[in-house]
């Protein structure tokens, strides 16, 4: 009896001593994509990556049930593991718009023409980027930017018909300039009031600060990996848009003019809004007769460690 609990004892730690199957294959894989993406060769998106984090969960479950138990079971571990790895991958690098050709600058201004409805992206690695209404301006958009490195970024415009297609980024993302250098870049980029926008921006750690005052959106979506989000809507139109920040503050202020609609996700954050807002159930609040209003907007916040204050503008 005595040498049956030995050797069962000796059994378990032996399987407590294997090491996991699951973590390597998993840091392979953030390091092929990772370099694949700050040489340029593919271009990323890192929130989509971010978004993917149940899977962690997924692959530690199955090593729990099946590893250790046999050759067999940990063969199909590591099967099980590269597949969801190549999956993973294939998601975050197929469906990311290409981006064209575009001029290195540090400064650029876009003439506003016959544009009628204008779509601008843009995606900052770390920094502050500031997005504001242009005054009594012939362009559609002018940005200055400051620039910490000596790479600079790339600004395209595609016109075609009474719209404007424009993206500033760095090319292939250059997602390793927050680890690389002491200093980060600040973009200010102004806004035509005259054309119908439909806004993307991405930060991937800093300050993002947007106001829309007087601008007609259509269309929004801002999102935040790690940093202060601030957002001031415009006080007219009627439009729907998305702001998302994985750590950090989110701050949006709503004129007291624009009935609004704000739909919550979010795990461990505070939640701060007007007395005006009702509660409608299922994470959904209202100002009174957003239903019938001509002005109005309609919000999804998705935050998953932080604040969130919505708050009247001034």
């Known amino acids: 009896m005595a040498e049956k609990t030995d050797e069962k004892r000796e059994k378990e730690e032996r399987e407590r001593a ?16 990772w370099l694949l993406s700050i040489s340029g060769a593919i271009e990323i998106d890192w929130w989509r990556l971010l978004r993917l984090w149940p899977v962690l969960l997924i692959l530690w479950g199955i090593e729990i049930i099946l590893g250790g138990r046999s050759v067999l079971a940990n063969l199909l571990v590591v099967i099980l593991a590269v597949a969801v790895a190549v999956g993973v991958g294939f998601y975050v690098v197929s469906d990311v718009p290409a981006r064209g050709p575009g001029a290195a600058v540090d400064h650029f201004a876009e003439p506003l023409g016959d544009v009628e409805r204008a779509h601008l992206d843009i995606t900052m690695p770390a920094g502050r980027l500031v997005i504001r209404p242009l005054v009594d301006s012939q362009e559609l958009v002018r940005g200055e930017l400051d620039v910490a490195g000596s790479r600079l970024p790339e600004w395209s415009s595609k016109r075609s018909a009474g719209r404007a297609e424009m993206t500033l980024s760095y090319r292939g993302g250059d997602w390793v300039r927050p680890f690389t250098t002491a200093t980060t870049d600040t973009w200010t980029v102004f806004v035509s009031p005259d054309a119908g926008l439909s806004l993307e ?29 601030r957002v001031t809507l415009p006080a007219a139109g009627r439009f729907a848009g998305t702001i998302r920040t994985v750590i950090g ?16 996700t979010r795990a461990l954050t505070g939640v701060d809004l007007p007395p005006r807002f009702r509660d409608v159930g299922g994470g959904v609040y209202r100002t009174e007769g957003w239903e019938t209003s001509d002005e109005r907007v309609e919000l999804t916040l998705e935050v998953i460690i932080g604040q969130v204050t919505v708050r ?3």
């Open 18 to 33: 294997r090491p996991s199957l699951v973590w390597p294959v998993i840091l392979i894989t953030a390091g092929v994509l």
């Open 201 to 229: 921006a991405e930060l991937g750690a800093g300050q993002l600060e947007v106001d829309l005052g007087g601008l007609d959106i259509r269309d929004l979506a801002l999102q935040t990996a790690v940093g202060q989000t």
């Open 249 to 264: 503050e989110l701050t949006v202020e709503i004129p007291p003019t624009m009935a609004a609609q704000i739909e919550f």
């Open 312 to 314: 009247d503008a001034r």
